[in-house]
Nanobody, 118 residues
């Protein structure tokens, strides 16, 4: 199975924090370790967008809307990619996914729902 697996979402009040984690199926685990990885999200009624990315060596970037609030990190040995989300806002409500950059078309997981209440 070629798939990334996301976890850590939930319901949180505005201003709160969540930490998302991404792992991979056995066949994708090596890919996770060597690829530039990213977190994407799809808001209700919207298209999937890239939120933050991190290279194999750890160089990270975020879109302007989350800069200063979201932080992406990775542990190549543990084959994990995390997204720390602080000071969450209503507009961060979405299903969050991880994948490579550019994304493997057939490796999208189920995602993890993040809902921010006001």
């Amino acid at each position: 199975q070629l798939q990334f697996v996301e976890s850590g979402g939930g319901l949180v009040q505005a201003g709160g924090s969540l930490r998302l984690s991404c792992t991979a199926s056995a066949r994708m685990s090596s890919t996770l370790s060597v690829s530039t990885m990213a977190w994407y999200r799809r808001s209700p009624g919207g298209q999937r967008e890239l939120v933050a990315s991190i290279s194999r060596s750890g160089d990270a970037s975020q879109v302007d809307s989350v800069k200063g609030r979201f932080s992406i990190s990775r542990d190549n040995a543990k084959k994990l990619v995390n997204l720390q989300m602080d000071n969450l806002r209503d507009e961060d409500t979405a299903v969050y996914y991880c994948n490579t950059v550019p994304p493997f078309r057939n490796a999208w997981g189920q995602g993890t729902q993040v809902t921010v209440s006001t």
